[in-house]
């Protein structure tokens, strides 16, 4: 089928199905392009609870379509790749956070949404890259337990001295995988250009950053910024809302790790098949789902 046949259709069956469409930023061109909403974490989290839609069609990976389907339990959620996944959502378990809560006292665990449904049952409050500081600083507890990603962790801690954190050895693999030897040999090659990082980043690349924020950040940073160049420490997905933004500006990447696998699984052609068949519906537990729903909860209640 060819593309236009394909949007065409899409957009017909999303009638007929009453859906809405949620991409991520890190989803191919043509799925950000035909997408009722494309964000962030934190903002399609919102957008999944104020669309009046019967099904949500989430272009992304499974945490963000649990998530959506943990705030509207009532609603159809699919998910275009039911194999689309975050290796990050995964690298923490419930024993270490059941071990961690038994050593510390005044503990908070601190829950980056980038984790499983499980996870989040498990923890106090979730927190995105784009309202983590705000989250964080604002509870009362003075240890944080913050899980699953050490990286992200780290750089709040470093803004947020008063409190005592606990990390964990998670980590996004497309993040950690971008060097600080690669944004020098960048910096080099663009020397007029700003180096924008995204927090997931270890902390010898934050270091390097002119800004350093989440996927959303970093697109508002560039649209504002009176500089044309710019150099881009994230998944290379944010090019598409970068140039379509900024037409008169230019962006680099640093090298060719920066792509996920996961997200790109998500095509148009999928898109069609899951609005169209009902494919790959998220499916949770009742009991899992309100407790999931807590540490949500609480993370749009402190971010608002």
């Known amino acids: 089928m060819e593309k236009q046949q ?45 669309e009046k839609k019967s099904m949500i069609c989430f272009a992304g990976v499974k945490f963000m379509g649990e998530s959506a389907k943990i ?50 049952s498990y923890s106090d409050v979730c927190v995105t890259s784009a309202n983590a500081l705000k989250i964080i600083k604002a509870l009362p507890q003075k240890n944080i337990f913050f899980i699953p990603d050490e990286n992200l962790g780290r750089y709040i801690a470093s803004q947020v001295p008063e409190k005592n954190f606990i990390f964990n050895d998670g980590y996004c693999p497309v993040h950690k995988a971008m060097t600080a030897e690669e944004v020098k040999k960048a910096k080099k090659e663009h020397e007029d250009a700003e180096v924008l990082v995204h927090p997931e980043c270890t902390m010898d690349v934050i270091a390097m950053g002119d800004y350093i924020g989440s ?53 148009l052609e999928n898109v069609l098949d899951a609005i169209k068949y009902d494919r790959n519906q998220v499916e949770l537990e009742e009991e899992l789902s309100r407790k999931a729903k807590h540490a949500l909860d609480e993370m749009l209640r402190i971010a608002q």
């Open 215 to 267: 996927t959303s950040g970093i697109i508002d940073y560039a649209t504002k910024s009176d500089k044309k160049e710019f150099i881009i420490c994230t998944e290379l997905g944010v090019m598409y809302e970068l140039k379509k933004r900024n037409p008169d500006k230019k962006f680099y990447g640093i090298g060719p790790k920066q792509v996920c696998i996961d997200m790109k699984k998500v095509t």
């Open 6 to 50: 394909l949007i065409d259709e899409i957009r017909e069956w999303k009638e007929k199905k009453d859906a809405v469409i949620l991409a991520h930023y890190y989803v191919d061109d043509d799925v950000q392009a035909i997408a009722d909403y494309v964000g962030d974490s934190y903002f399609l989290a919102k957008a999944a609870m104020k």
């Open 71 to 120: 705030l509207n339990p009532e609603k159809t959620v699919v998910m275009p790749d039911g194999l689309a996944d975050c290796a990050m959502a995964h690298m923490v378990d419930i024993e270490k956070i059941k071990q961690v809560r038994a050593e510390y006292e005044d503990l908070a665990v601190a829950c980056y949404i980038n984790s499983t449904a499980e996870i989040k």
